[in-house]
């Protein structure tokens, strides 16, 4: 069965550190990966997706970049952090066959509490 | 650009009520829409998708309906019982990715509908 991991669940980072958060897939092959975040009273909004290794969209302008090292690896980083970059983060997967024109069951990973102090 | 709205915000019932939630969204040209429960401090767990060419879908006490030309779907939940107790998001997708021929899941979410179920 597929599994998704995302790590840390939580942390607590100084304006202007850098961040990583790691997500990564199991059970499967050439997922699309995502990366969403929900900021208190809001709904997710999309940052980033991949179809495919290296190849990264971004959805928003921000002060976060992400990356795709590995068929199932999905990254999320920043060089120095912000207040407003605070929230929960949440990655996703799910597979999409080529020509069909609807999509399928999207898979999320527990969240990482973001908090910049 | 695509909105989606879910009322009530939130809603409490007594356990063994019978319970709607809504969502609409803004442009109905959509490729599919999903409902997710979302616990405190979780990750979203998926309940129902309804491809754009489904009215409906059911899982269990659950049963979602779309109306694509009027932007709506209903999420109904049979015989709530305490453990329903969550927050209940759709989300819509309706842009394509590169590729592919449709949305696969770049999604537009509501803010949610918080159901609490009492004893």
């Known amino acids: 069965s597929q599994t998704i991991h995302q790590w840390p669940a939580t942390l607590v980072q100084p304006v202007g550190s850098p961040l990583s958060l790691e997500c990564t897939v199991e059970?499967?092959?050439?997922?699309?990966l995502y990366w969403y975040r929900q900021a208190a009273g809001r709904g997710l909004q999309l940052l980033f997706y991949?179809?495919?290794?290296?190849?990264i969209s971004s959805e928003v302008p921000q002060n976060l970049s992400a990356s795709r090292p590995q068929d199932r690896q999905f990254i999320l980083s920043s060089k120095k952090l912000l207040l407003s970059d605070s929230g929960f983060y949440l990655c996703?997967?799910?597979?999409?066959?080529?020509?069909?024109?609807?999509?399928?069951?999207?898979?999320f990973g527990e969240g990482s509490w973001l908090t910049v102090v | 650009k695509q909105e989606v709205t879910q009322i009530p915000a939130a809603l409490s019932v007594p356990e063994g009520e019978n319970l709607v939630l809504n969502c609409s969204f803004t442009?109905?040209?959509?490729?599919?829409l999903q409902w997710f429960r979302q616990d405190p401090g979780k990750g979203l767990t998926s309940l129902l998708l309804?491809?754009?060419?489904?009215r409906e879908q059911t899982s269990g006490r659950l049963n979602a309906s779309l109306d694509k030309s009027s932007g709506r779907s209903t999420l109904y939940i049979a015989a709530s019982q305490p453990g329903d107790s969550a927050t209940y998001l759709c989300?819509?997708?309706?842009?394509?990715?590169?590729?592919?021929?449709?949305?696969?899941?770049?999604?537009?979410f509501g803010t949610g509908t918080q159901l609490k179920v009492e004893l």
């Open positions: 996703a997967w799910s597979v999409l066959q080529r020509g069909k024109d609807s999509g399928n069951t999207i898979y």
């Open positions: 059970g499967t092959s050439n997922p699309n």
């Open positions: 991949s179809v495919g290794i290296g190849q």
């Open positions: 442009d109905s040209a959509i490729y599919n």
């Open positions: 309804i491809q754009s060419s489904q």
């Open positions: 989300a819509v997708s309706s842009t394509p990715l590169p590729g592919y021929t449709g949305g696969g899941n770049k999604l537009t």
